[in-house]
């Protein structure tokens, strides 16, 4: 079983966005960087697959600069077998098309049976990549797994639809698959695992050699949403509650006049 | 008259005595040898660790611990039973060997014969009290064993065995010096100074004197028949704490106190870290339950065992010993319980009173770093979060990295990289950095240090955990990955002194950072405050407080800086009401040993319990000098619902509010 799992780095949600001073994108100063959530089930997915069958190779591929590479070790510390690194210094600039196109362009004559994505990154959220690189190679793709089994080549997977509901889908391999939280637990490495990870192959390839895709979409502008009204939180015992709240009434509204 | 004795009266001094005496003497030390050999075969199937160094000062605690009984008297009850019974049968040895050094050397080879005149009075006399004391002591132990026996005392048939055998010792030793007496001795002026054989023998006496003698020569050779069987039964009862006991003073851990084993995780040939299995444990590890007496002093002192966790230290230390006699390809990690382990808040209370020099916490770290290291399991969810977080932001609270300075803001502190020249680099730490509650300390921490002229610098957002909640947690990659970071920048600043005001980084900071190269002094800030105002720089105003004082694990055990925070409150006025369990014997706030990183889901909460020995001080507020114990203790005093009785404060708080 040839496995690929595509990852991204992406910054951690608790850090202070700024934004760029080309207005596009947010200022990569001062970021804490690490693998985008959705992909960690995405790794660990692949993982256990692994480990179910016995067999199998599992590449892991990251599109970006250098840095990146700390993210992919951590996926080959996981239990990737090999890395793939595409590198590319503004692939925040590559819109998901393009990023889809890159991936299907490398797997294309690799014979992959299975190709494991996040169901969207948590930086830009499209949520396209998974679902293009299904389309260009002409496989089938499920988006936001969250049970997954494999038995003989025919993969069972539920779906998490709107409002609670899941749906379950029946296909065979080859097929892509992008993760959705609750598919599994991603593990914590092990140190002879991390070890042994600092020796696993990690090959990177230029850009230019696998993005034959042009852009159809730019984005024209990002930023924080204006500041409107706050919300006010009222403290106290809950007679002074009823006073404060019949004053704030009274004052800026009118539904006790 | 001459003040003497036969030796060898009545049971005679020829062959048909001495030698079934010494073939059975001979007998019963080769089978004590064999005993202990077996026992030493298993000890060698640990790893090596090198315990026989600094033998002066291994010596020194041999003679505090076994002879001058420090450790085990300090419990008075029942120590001093234990301490007395020791001396008592300490003298009797001495005695039988004076005998036996007359009887079958000085005078046989020499007729020199010492025990007589004043020395014989002296002697005799005082190897009746040291008898009679040893019966008594015996007695009292044996009462409180069987017929009071305190909570979680465990007894077996060792126990029965050890008292019997005993008593048997000293009982059949007083009725042979009774019927001697009572046909050489009686009415004679030497009588009294056997003041207990002489009750023995006015007893027996009615029996007349061919009785007695066969009374005597009977109780002699049961007598002897009795310690040839207790030289026996040393290695294969309890009774080998006498021996493994000692010994294990000598091979006590020399310190730096607490400080871990470092792992040596660059070794490409090593392929475990930590310990699932007897085979990575050292030799040590196996002799500690040995020399283990159940006395159960760890226990009563545990805050785990104490708050219903499955921890119980002297049970975890005993199964180690046990998988190494009866199952040593066992999984040690299930075998001692996986929530034991985890359960333990490293506090040292166990260490620090046990009278047999075990080291508890070392065993339980070791075994949880096989379980990160090797398997990436943890207690819960919430800690794998937390580890994560930390390799992400370099704080277990996940709180972005670069805002690590911002609650310095606005207090005319700089960060090093704005300006190296400062007279203390302040390590804040994550708490103190990030922490609503504790940012107060440590602003008032700066307030103070201002206030005094000293010029304090931080690191900022170079600054990360150093990595000791991780590190006891067992994830030692984690530990030394931070720990290798946060000491290249302090190296690269170069400064002379780093203050800490959290007892975990001071005790990291100062002690295990020194195994990868940290040199710079480092001191905490109770210590620091006091010399300030000691020399004169910083002055503080007494007013009036009511409080109690908590004592940090890490300050307290792991350091034994006691007395300056007190001495610091007291100049402030303050006066403390001691709660019953302080200063070594202090409960720990539950948030030690990575736990501040882990829910409490067993048992009940530590941090109520303390807060609730705090409430009964009377005290209206709870001082303490740790981030994690102030974070415990607003969270004590909800549970304990004793928001409005008790107010827990850190001492920075407290004189930054006294700056006279």
Known sequence: MKILVCIKQVPDMESKFKIDDAGTWYSKADLAWRMNEYDEYAVEQAVQVKEQLKEGDITVLCIGSDKVKETMKKALAMGCDRGAHVSDEDSSLKEPLQIAGVIAEYARDKGFDLIFTGMQSQDRGSGQVGLLVAEMLGLPGVSTVVDFSIEGGVIAAKRELEGGMKACVSLKVPAVITCQLGLNTPRYPTLPNIMKAKKKELISTPIAELLKVDARQGTEKMYFPEKKGGGLVLEGETPELVEQLVKILKEKTSVLS | ?660
Request: glycine share 8%.
């Open chain 2, 1 to 660: 008259m001459e003040f003497t004795r036969e030796i060898y009266w009545n049971v005679g001094h020829g062959a048909s005595t001495l030698i079934p005496m010494y073939l059975l003497t001979i007998v019963a030390l080769a089978l004590l040898v064999k005993g202990i050999w077996q026992r030493v075969q298993v000890y060698r199937t640990g790893l090596p660790l090198v315990r026989n160094d600094q033998v002066a000062t291994r010596l020194l605690r041999v003679v505090d611990n076994v002879l001058l009984q420090k450790k085990v008297v300090q419990v008075a009850w029942p120590g001093m039973l234990h301490g007395l019974f020791f001396w008592g049968f300490g003298l009797l040895f001495i005695g039988t060997v004076l005998i036996v050094i007359q009887a079958d050397f000085t005078d046989l080879l020499f007729d020199v014969k010492f025990l007589t005149g004043t020395f014989y009075k002296l002697f005799s006399i005082v190897l009746d009290i040291a008898g009679l004391l040893c019966i008594l002591m015996l007695g009292g132990l044996l009462v409180r064993r069987y017929f009071f026996p305190p909570e979680g005392l465990e007894t077996k048939s060792d126990d029965a065995v050890m008292h019997g055998m005993l008593l048997a010792i000293l009982i059949t030793g007083f009725i042979i010096e009774g019927a001697r007496m009572a046909v050489t001795e009686l009415g004679t002026p030497l009588a009294p100074w056997s003041p207990v054989g002489l009750v023995v023998a006015k007893a027996v006496s009615p029996i007349g004197e061919n009785g007695l003698l066969a009374l005597h020569k009977v109780t002699w050779w049961v007598h002897l028949l009795l310690v040839m069987v207790f030289f026996y039964l040393i290695p294969a009862t309890k009774f080998r704490h006498i021996l493994t006991t000692s010994a294990n003073y000598f091979f006590s851990d020399l310190g730096p106190k607490g400080k871990l084993v470092n792992l040596d995780l660059e070794d490409e040939d090593k392929e475990t870290f930590g310990a699932s299995s007897l085979k990575e444990l050292t030799w040590k590890d196996i002799f500690d339950g040995d020399a283990c007496t159940q006395c159960k002093r760890c226990q009563d002192r545990c805050p785990a065992y104490n708050t219903d966790k499955p921890l119980s230290p002297m049970k975890l230390v005993r199964e180690i010993t046990r998988i190494a006699h009866d199952d040593p390809e066992g999984n040690m990690i299930e075998l001692c319980d996986k929530d034991a382990i985890w359960s333990c808040t490293t506090c040292r209370a166990c260490q620090e009173i046990c009278p047999a020099a075990i080291e508890h916490v070392g065993k339980i770290i070791e075994l949880r770093r096989s379980m990160v290291l090797m398997e990436g399991e943890f207690p819960g969810e919430e800690v794998m979060t937390a580890m994560e977080a930390t390799e992400v932001n370099g704080n277990p609270l996940g709180m972005g990295y670069a805002e690590r300075g911002d609650w310095a803001e606005d207090l005319g502190i700089k960060t090093l990289a704005q300006d190296s020249e400062v007279d203390v680099l302040y390590f804040v730490g994550c708490y103190g950095s990030f922490d609503k509650r504790n940012i107060k300390v440590a602003k008032s921490f700066v307030k103070l240090c201002q206030a005094a002229g000293v010029k304090v610098g931080i690191l900022g957002k170079e600054e990360k955990c150093c990595g000791e909640p991780m590190r006891k947690m067992g994830n030692e990659y984690l530990y030394q990955t931070l720990a290798m970071e946060n000491i290249e920048m302090i190296k690269a600043y170069d400064v002379a002194k780093i203050v800490t005001s959290c007892p975990h980084c001071y005790n990291t900071l100062n002690k295990d950072y020194r195994d990868l190269g940290l040199e710079t002094e480092v001191v905490t800030y109770t210590v620091f405050l006091k010399e300030l105002i000691d020399s004169g720089r910083l002055r503080i105003s007494g007013g009036e407080l009511s409080c109690t004082y908590h004592d940090s694990c890490y300050l307290g055990r792991h350091n034994d800086i006691y007395d300056p925070p007190r001495e610091l409150l007291k100049l402030a006025g303050a006066a403390i009401s001691e709660m019953d369990k302080n200063r070594a014997e202090g409960f720990c706030c539950s948030a030690g040993g990575g736990r501040i990183l882990a829910e409490e889901k067993l048992g009940e909460r530590i941090n109520v319990k303390r807060v609730n020995m705090a409430v009964e001080t009377g005290a209206e507020v709870l001082v303490s000098n740790c981030p994690f114990c102030l974070t415990m203790f607003e969270d004590g005093v909800k549970g304990a619902e004793a928001e409005d009785k008790l107010q827990p404060r850190d001492i920075a708080e407290i004189l930054a509010e006294r700056l006279g």
